[in-house]
C-alpha cells in the first residue's frame, strides 16, 4: 500500500483556509479516503449517528505527481484527526514560505509506517515533508490502520448511497441569515422542523409550550420538481400554506436537531457560492448541497462537491 503527492498551491489553499476548518466543525474525525481519480473526507458514513458530510475533490485541483496504489484496486481509506492534520498543513505552509519561490515540488504529503515511541510495531503516519535547499522538515500525523479491503467495499457502498439527490432543491439566499436564526433557536429548543415546497418556500420553526422561533423564506430558486402556488394560499399564514402544500403532495417537512442544523451551517467557512437544501423521499434525511463556481465566473465548478446529510429525529421522540 502506497501514496505520495505534492499538494498544488490551489489544494493548500482549499484544504488550509476552506475546507479542513469547516469540516472541523461537524467532527473532529473523518475517513480520508483516496482513490485514483478523486480525495474525499468523510464523516459518518459507517455509523448512521450524527450528520454526515461528504467533501470530495478532483486529485488534479489538489497534487501533483499523485501516485496510489493497493491491493483494494488502488483505493486507502483511515481515520485522521482533523485538527491534527490542519495544524501539519498550517506548519508546513509557514516552512513554504519562508523558502526561495525558486525550490519546486516542497509540500509533499505521504503514507509512512515508522516505529513509534515505547513500541516495536510499526504505526501508519500521514506524512508532510518540507524540504528546502538545505534541509527537510518532516511533520508526522498518526492514522488509523488503513481499511481492509472488505471495510473500503464497505465504506465505498454507503458513499454510493449517500449521493442520492431530493427530488425538490430550494436555493437558500443567505447563510449568516440563517446561523443567527439558529443561534438564537439553540436557546428555545433541540429539534427544529424544517419544510419545503415545490413552490420555493423554506420554513424553519422550533417550538415549546410556551415559545415558537422560526421564519419562512418565499419563493427561493427551485430545482428539480417544482409547482406553481395556489393563489387562494396567498394570503394565508405560513403555518396553513405549509400544511395544505404538504396535504397536497406539494411539500415535504422533517424535523432534525437544532445542533445538526447549526452544524451543517457551519459548511459556510468553505465559502461555497450557493447553498440548496432538500428533503430525500419519504423524509429519509435532509440534504444540504453546496455549489461552488469556478473563479471569475458563473459556471459550476465540478472539480469540487460537498454536502451534508441530517438524520430526521423520530416524531415520537419528541
Known sequence: MKFKAFLTETGVNLLEKRFIPSLEKTSK???LYFTKTHT???HNLLNGDGIQSIAQFNNQILFDDYRISSQNDDRIAFVIDLSLLLRALRSSVAICSDYSAAVPNRLQIKLVKKLSQNSSIAAPFLTFETRGFKSAVVQDIPISKPLSRAQVVELQNALDMAQDI?????????????LNLVDRMKHVGDAVDVSISKYGDLSVQVSTTLISLGAEFRKLLVIGEQANAPAEDQNLSAQTRSSRSISRGDAQSVQ????????????????????FYGIAPQGSCLTVIFQFFIPGTRQTDKSISYHCRLPVLDPGAG
Open 166 to 178: 431530493p427530488q425538490t432543491l430550494i436555493q437558500v439566499p443567505d447563510l449568516n441569515q440563517l
Open 40 to 42: 474525499l473526507f468523510l
Open 29 to 31: 474525525t473523518c475517513h
Open 256 to 275: 432534525v436537531s437544532v445542533k445538526h442544523f447549526a452544524k451543517s451551517l457551519q459548511c459556510h467557512l468553505a465559502k461555497p457560492d450557493c447553498a
